[in-house]
């Protein structure tokens, strides 16, 4: 019987040190080296997911195969560790509270006063110590906030009381920092750090590693400095140096040994991490054929990390065809009949994402009129099908005063709408919509299976008749309007099984047109590129002339 041990990393000083990319760089190398990891997150807000958080605030939301609404972080892990997580490696404030209190409620506590500790903490034990298989030697644990935040503390306290729970030998410390240069003073400044382990001591948890975000690598000399002010032994000081690319980092770990240290402090096997994938990513990323611009027209483009796994995605679709991708966001609410034009100039390809509300919409029809009609590759994402499909609608198949139900519940035509009752693949039954309720527990969330029609650009991709992918939405295709919609030339190439449920849409006559109900953003790996984006970017790169004649650009139309 193998024993999981758990590394939990903490954060201090300031947020936004990358304490999500470190762990998922630490887990990507203890997998190098044969073990089988897996991630948590415990975010500190109260929201019991991030599902109805707005975007711009939070970031994006991930979603699992089994249709948790996640942190983006758990995006990060997936991409590092190449493995599915699920609704077990995200919990926040909220949903463990929310979990006490339904224990409350049913009597669990027999009339006990129910308490932050032991109570709260229990709760946060228990789902850390889920993670706990048979088949998982490495549980990473990364708590969000910063050391010192009245948020996190039963998180911390949790994990203290862990360390005492489990025993020495099966838990790791590592505390991520700021070290900051001075270019007047011309050095690296400790003082930050000392104080931040001091707060992370003063609530009983002593680090065994300090990671240092820095500029560049911190010198032996100050490494020696911060063992001494912190108490942790001198070869447990690492540098977490800014990188020109994310994927860089698992490297940078291995060169200064941080896994050798992990694996000593955590006694696990010796081994040597193998990082050939890992290398050649970092080759291709670094050494290209060329370049292509991709702009990605919607409405929550002031915070980039809303569209994290995309932005991702499309960079893997570069990999994949020895391209960087340059992306280009575009507000679609700039995006006017006497704006379109200028706006969308220069691009090889267009990509329309998922969004919810209807602020935006009209400039991502019209963004999805230009792709169409000037034959620009365009690739559209859930809410981008749904636009494609309104389009189509209005400007094609005559329908006047096409729209979506969600945008337009009295339209004319409502092509898109919402179904009241489906088949939900999780539960495994059919399940009631009420029409009336917007939020939470109305979408369609997580894998779904989708069958492809051969000859079509899905099938070129994928190259088999059945994938899953993940959803989260809660409008649809109406098929009342499918067979106007195919008369007229949308070709309908994957749908659910039973037939039920449109999941993609194309164009003929084009170099490159499609749209997929699901979010195919989320699947996509560095050492797996996504077929869908691996395409688009092709013809994309194609559309450049990138490869085709060294360095010189074909004209666009
Ligand atoms: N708002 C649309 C729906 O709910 C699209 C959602 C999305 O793009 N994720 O169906």
Redesign the pocket.
């Known amino acids: 019987m193998r024993q999981t041990k758990f590394i939990f990393i903490t954060g201090g000083v300031l947020s936004s040190l990358g304490k999500g990319m470190a762990a998922a760089s630490i887990g990507a190398l203890l997998k190098a080296r044969g073990l089988s990891v897996t991630i948590q997150k415990l975010d500190p807000y109260i929201n019991v997911d991030p599902g109805t958080m707005n975007p711009t605030q939070h970031g994006e939301v991930f979603v699992t195969d089994d249709g948790a609404e996640t942190d983006l972080d758990l995006g990060h892990y997936e991409r590092y560790l190449g493995t599915p997580l699920s609704q077990r490696n995200n919990y926040t404030t909220g949903s463990i509270y929310h979990s006490v209190i339904t224990k409350e409620r049913r009597g669990d506590y027999l009339g006990g006063t129910v308490q932050v500790i032991p109570h709260i903490t229990d709760e946060i034990k228990l789902a850390i110590c889920s993670l706990a298989e048979n088949k998982t030697d490495v549980a990473i644990i990364e708590i969000g906030g910063t050391v010192g935040d009245i948020e996190s503390q039963p998180f911390l306290e949790a994990i203290r009381q862990l360390r005492g729970d489990l025993g020495r030998d099966r838990c790791l410390f590592i505390h991520l920092t700021l070290v900051p240069y001075l270019v007047k003073a011309g050095e690296h400044k400790t003082k930050p750090t000392q104080h931040s382990v001091k707060e992370l001591r003063s609530i009983g948890i002593h680090p065994d590693i300090i990671l240092c975000r820095c500029e560049t690598p911190v010198t032996q000399d100050l490494k020696r400095k911060i063992a001494l002010f912190c108490d942790v032994d001198e070869d447990a000081v690492f540098s977490s140096v800014d990188v020109e690319h994310v994927y860089m980092l698992p490297l940078e770990f291995y060169d200064e040994g941080l896994d050798q240290k992990v694996a000593i402090m955590l006694r696990l096997p010796a081994r040597n991490a193998d990082l050939t994938h890992w290398k050649r990513l970092v080759h291709d990323l670094t050494n290209h054929e060329g370049s292509v611009t991709i702009g990605i027209v919607g409405k929550y483009v002031e915070l980039k990390e809303a569209y994290k796994s995309l932005h991702e995605a499309l960079v893997h679709g570069g990999v994949a065809n020895r391209v960087q991708v340059n992306l280009k966001y575009v507000n679609s609410e700039d995006v006017a009949p006497e704006t379109v034009s200028d706006i969308l100039s220069g691009l090889d390809g267009i990509l329309v994402?998922?969004?919810?509300?209807e602020r935006g919409v009209e400039g991502k029809i019209l963004t999805v009129r230009h792709a169409r009609e000037k034959k620009i590759p365009f690739f559209g994402?859930?809410?981008?099908l749904?636009c494609a499909v309104i389009e189509f609608a209005r400007n094609v198949a005559g329908l006047e005063g096409a729209n979506?139900e969600?945008f337009a519940p009295e339209a004319a035509h409502k092509v898109?709408y919402l179904m009241t009752e489906w088949f939900d693949h999780h539960k495994n039954e059919k399940v009631t919509r009420n029409k009336d309720s917007n939020k939470g527990g109305t979408?369609r969330l997580g894998a779904y299976p989708c069958s492809i029609r051969e000859k079509s650009l899905a099938f070129q991709a994928y190259g088999k008749k059945m994938v899953s992918e993940r959803h989260?939405?809660?409008?649809?295709v109406n098929n009342q309007y499918r067979e106007q919609l195919a008369q007229a030339g949308l070709t309908f190439s994957g749908l659910s099984p039973d037939g039920e449920l449109v999941e993609i849409i194309e164009l003929a006559d084009h170099p490159w047109f499609l749209g997929c109900q699901f979010?195919p953003e989320f699947r996509s790996n560095p050492m797996n590129p996504h077929p869908l984006f691996r395409d688009f970017i092709a013809v994309a790169k194609k559309r450049r002339g990138v490869g085709a004649s060294e360095g010189k650009e074909k004209s666009k139309g």
Not at 353 to 357: D, R
Not at 381 to 384: A, K, N, Q, S
Not at 472 to 476: G, I, K, L, T
């Open positions: 994402p998922g969004g919810f509300g994402i859930c809410l981008g749904q979506s969600e898109i979408m989260r939405h809660r409008y649809e979010h």
